[in-house]
């Protein structure tokens, strides 16, 4: 069955990096787009990045510059690297197959 399975959240400092891990099983991972997506508490949940089949890469205006998408075909994984955090990237971050209706449950990120 399908699965999306992310890692690598945790409390970082204003200014520090982390890198996000989203591991797809059950489906073409490499034919569909992935993505980033974010939710933080009282506010809608926002796409961050994506990764098209074609490795086109896109990204929210917030994030442009500080963050980089990335995929592994061979290994099935996402990956989100986060530079030069802010507090206002903080909460749960989320990988998708959005077309697919495919969801990871989430991963949380605190900026403090």
């Known amino acids: 069955h399908v699965q999306l399975v992310e890692s690598g959240g945790g409390l970082v400092q204003p200014g520090g990096s982390l890198r996000l891990s989203c591991a797809a099983s059950g489906f073409l991972y490499g034919s569909v787009c992935m993505a980033w997506f974010r939710q933080a508490p009282g506010k809608e949940r926002e796409g961050v990045a994506a990764i098209d089949s074609d490795e086109t890469e896109s990204y929210a205006d917030s994030v442009k510059g500080r963050f980089t998408i990335s995929k592994d075909n061979a290994e099935n994984t996402l990956y989100l690297r986060m530079n030069s955090l802010k507090p206002e990237d903080a909460g749960m971050y989320f990988c998708?197959?959005?077309?697919?209706?495919?969801w990871g449950r989430g991963t949380q990120v605190t900026v403090s």
């Open positions: 998708a197959a959005e077309s697919a209706g495919y």
